[in-house]
């Protein structure tokens, strides 16, 4: 399983004799380092496989940051729709008084929607006519995102006094002022009541992220405003459902599960502040929502049930983690009586999730409009509990394994640190580095014990490149990923992060970030493109492959899916041309193939929002692939050499 040495001097007089290397010792995986350079020469005994590779290597890991999914995923396009006010007055909303028209707008602290949400925004006009109306406007995520010839479905709650009428709602574009989509919502009421609303833009103006919502009245009066929802189509028509082309970007990943909600997001900053999922789901006025971590407002209207939708989408299995008692400021709750509520509430989640519509929380899933219990094979206890240094996450860690176990022995529990109190099955560790740590650290796991517990790397991440890495991270990237594969009999998922970042300033807290977005498009970054390449071609097994030469940024791993293909990623993080030939044994090729090239003139070449495509994969067919096949890798590039088997 471990990588072994070879002497830099011996790479050339080896290089006739690999294949044969390879057939004595089909376990080795032999490297030389570090090596001084030259061709690379792979031997790849094929059909002889070494290892298993994980099914579910390749996943996401995902939290609310950087706008995740509030200005991110999550198609909602009103910002501040729960009208939250604070010193500045409401975020995001602005008074509009057209022509001669007298209003005031501000926050009514003594009437509200609903227990959860017992504040509103009040519109108070004085003086408002049809041609001069008053109103409130929304500013979105910095803009809204609309195109033409398109359907947008809001809503709000309201409630109105003294005759303000009817309410017209508006898209109005920045720049220009011009209205492209209106309709006007009458029978307000004097009670707290929910109003849906559908918004058609015409044709004749360019998509956009400049553009605004406007509610006005006629007539004066006052009116109660909150929990005000506007969507875009989503993906595959959810309501209340994710952002089309970034799903889109996100399938072409493939990934395999969804780690959720967190990251820090799942602890809060205080134990108040934790992720507390019963108050994320149900009807969104019921959701009273919570500061984040990262230093702004959640609705929780992309809760526990919008996770697990996702997941289901996109067909990733949920990696479920529970809260566990620790926060980032420090606080823990104690082992024992005082951590059983929490325990109980992890399980009533894992019902939740779970459950049959017969089960307590299985009902309730049902209620929320999901009846079918989704799949569950791993939760995870907590998130980074090495940093409480209390060391009390050795004893919470075994309260939640063995009530875990007791309900649920199928399930498998990942622990966030190393503990002693129990075995956990899967221990989560977290990597944020610089490239050239990655490609010393490529082999990281190659020593590791076989006999501990199974590895998911949670978070992982080359930290080059702001707002999203640049091609230089794309290559640490992907030497660390190919030392992921060389370990995946040992290591069972593995998920970047963090995944999302709204590009707008202000939005993000850390960079980089996988993709990037504004109210209107989004890109991958190289090492987005870096993922897809690999997880598009992560076979079943590990054959047998020896490999001399090549510099030390020179990187490969070999997966074979047995009768039907071998998938060979090549890395060349070195500034110069990099010689490669690949030997196959013992294999029944057809001929066919095909070659994916992600290259980038130098390692600060990056993709944006106005270049998304700078840096893509690119692919060249093969035919006549013969048993040995020979390519010269440009500088900087990665590459995978897909080879077709009878
Ligand atoms: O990915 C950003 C943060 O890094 C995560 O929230 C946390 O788990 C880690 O420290």
């Not at 006094?161 to 017209?168: D, I, K, N, P, R």
């Not at 498009?521 to 992560?538: E, I, K, N, W």
């Not at 290259?599 to 106005?610: D, G, I, V, W």
Request: glycine share 10%; charged share 15%; hydrophobic share 40%.
């Amino acid at each position: 399983m471990n990588r072994s040495i070879l002497a830099p001097r011996l790479v050339a007089a080896f290089a006739a004799s690999l294949l044969a290397l390879a057939l004595l010792a089909p376990a080795l995986r032999a490297q030389a380092a570090p090596r001084g350079g030259g061709p690379a020469v792979l031997a790849i005994q094929v059909n002889h496989s070494v290892a298993p590779v994980s099914p579910t290597l390749y996943g996401l890991m995902t939290e609310e940051i950087n706008h995740a999914y509030e200005g991110g995923l999550y198609a909602q396009m009103v910002r501040n729709g729960t009208c939250r006010a604070d010193w500045t007055g409401i975020p995001r909303w602005y008074l509009v008084q057209d022509g001669g028209a007298q209003a005031t707008m501000r926050p009514d602290r003594g009437t509200g929607p609903s227990a959860a949400i017992p504040y509103s925004l009040r519109l108070t006009v004085r003086r408002a006519t049809a041609a001069a109306p008053a109103g409130v406007l929304n500013t979105g995520y910095w803009g809204m995102g609309l195109r033409p010839r398109t359907v947008y479905r809001g809503a709000f709650y309201a409630k109105e006094s003294a005759g303000a009428g009817a309410v017209t709602a508006s898209l109005v574009a920045n720049q220009t002022g011009r209205v492209l989509a209106s309709e006007v919502i009458g029978g307000i009421g004097a009670a707290w009541r929910r109003h849906a609303f559908t918004l058609r833009t015409g044709g004749g103006f360019r998509p956009s992220a400049g553009n605004h919502l406007v509610f006005t009245v006629a007539h004066p009066g006052t009116l109660w405003l909150n929990v005000v929802t506007l969507f875009p189509p989503t993906y595959d028509g959810t309501p209340n459902g994710d952002r089309p082309d970034i799903m889109r970007l996100l399938a072409a990943m493939h990934p395999q599960f969804l780690r959720f909600p967190g990251g820090n997001y799942l602890e809060g900053r205080s134990i108040a502040q934790r992720f507390n999922w019963k108050k994320t789901i149900g009807p969104l006025v019921d959701r009273p929502g919570h500061w984040s971590p990262w230093g702004y407002w959640s609705t929780d209207q992309f809760g526990l049930l919008q996770f697990l939708d996702w997941c289901q989408d996109l067909h990733m299995q949920p990696v479920l983690a529970v809260y566990a008692g620790y926060s980032l400021n420090g606080k823990h709750v104690p082992p024992g009586p005082k951590l059983a509520p929490y325990v109980t509430s992890a399980l009533e989640e894992i019902q939740y999730v779970t459950g049959g519509v017969h089960t307590r929380w299985g009902a309730v899933r049902a209620r929320d409009g999901h009846p079918q219990p989704f799949p569950l094979h791993y939760v995870e206890v907590g998130n980074e509990d090495f940093f409480d240094r209390s060391g009390s996450y050795n004893a919470r860690f075994a309260q939640f394994y063995h009530a875990i176990k007791a309900h649920y022995p199928q399930l498998q529990i990942i622990a966030t640190a190393p503990v002693t109190s129990v075995r956990p099955d899967v221990l989560d560790q977290h990597y944020y580095q610089r490239a050239v740590q990655f490609f010393h650290d490529a082999g990281h796991y190659d020593k590791t014990s076989r006999k501990g517990p199974k590895i998911f790397v949670g978070e992982w991440a080359t930290r080059q490149g702001s707002p999203t890495p640049n091609f230089g991270a794309a290559l640490g990237d992907a030497a660390w990923m190919t030392g992921l594969e060389h370990n995946s009999d040992l290591i069972v998922m593995a998920s970047y992060a963090p995944l999302f970042t709204n590009v707008n300033p202000g939005a993000m807290q850390w960079a980089p970030d996988l993709i990037g977005y504004n109210a209107l498009r989004s890109y991958g970054s190289p090492s987005y493109y870096a993922q897809v390449m690999f997880a598009s071609h992560l076979g079943a097994e590990r054959p047998a492959a020896t490999l001399a030469g090549g510099g030390p940024r020179f990187f490969d791993s070999v997966t074979e899916t047995p009768g039907r293909r071998v998938d060979l990623k090549l890395v060349n993080a070195a500034s110069t041309p990099q010689p490669v030939s690949v030997h196959f044994s013992a294999a029944r090729l057809t001929g066919r193939g095909e070659l994916i090239t992600l290259h980038a003139a130098n390692p600060q070449a990056t993709n944006s929002l106005r270049h998304p495509r700078a840096i893509v994969p690119h692919r060249r067919r093969l035919s006549g692939i013969g048993p040995v096949w020979r390519e010269t890798m440009p500088p900087y590039s990665i590459q995978v050499l897909q080879v077709d088997l009878h």
